[in-house]
Nanobody, 123 residues
């Protein structure tokens, strides 16, 4: 029933900001934890941030202090506010969900995925 659509990607300069959004058109968001996972060219998918269905959050070390994940259950939307961007943040960013509240940094644990949105950060 989960159908995820990401938006908000684009081009930013180093030090700039972007805000990504993930909308669940299937209207089953509230019973899932939601993660953001990115994939840079030629690399494996990498966990970025996640928020549980009860509101707890976790971040990878590489984005901690710069990115903030939040959710608005009334809008069936999860956001990723990305500040102080660097070229190392360039990747396709995917929204994904899991029914688990544990092991959220494990990419393989996510059950449903969106199509991804491209983020490009220039020097």
């Amino acid at each position: 029933q989960v159908q995820l659509v990401e938006s908000g990607g684009g081009l930013a300069q180093a030090g700039g900001s972007l805000r990504l959004a993930c909308v669940d058109s299937g209207r089953a968001f509230s019973r899932y934890s939601v993660g953001w996972i990115r994939q840079a060219p030629g690399k494996e998918r990498e966990f970025v941030a996640a928020i549980t269905w009860y509101g707890g959050s976790t971040y990878s070390d590489s984005v901690k202090g710069r990115f903030t994940i939040s959710r608005d259950n009334a809008e069936n939307t999860v956001y990723l506010q990305m500040n102080d961007l660097t070229p190392e943040d360039t990747a396709i960013y995917y929204c994904a969900v899991t029914q688990s509240n544990y092991y959220l940094e494990s990419v393989s644990g996510y059950e449903y995925w969106g199509q991804g949105t491209q983020v490009t950060v220039s020097s």
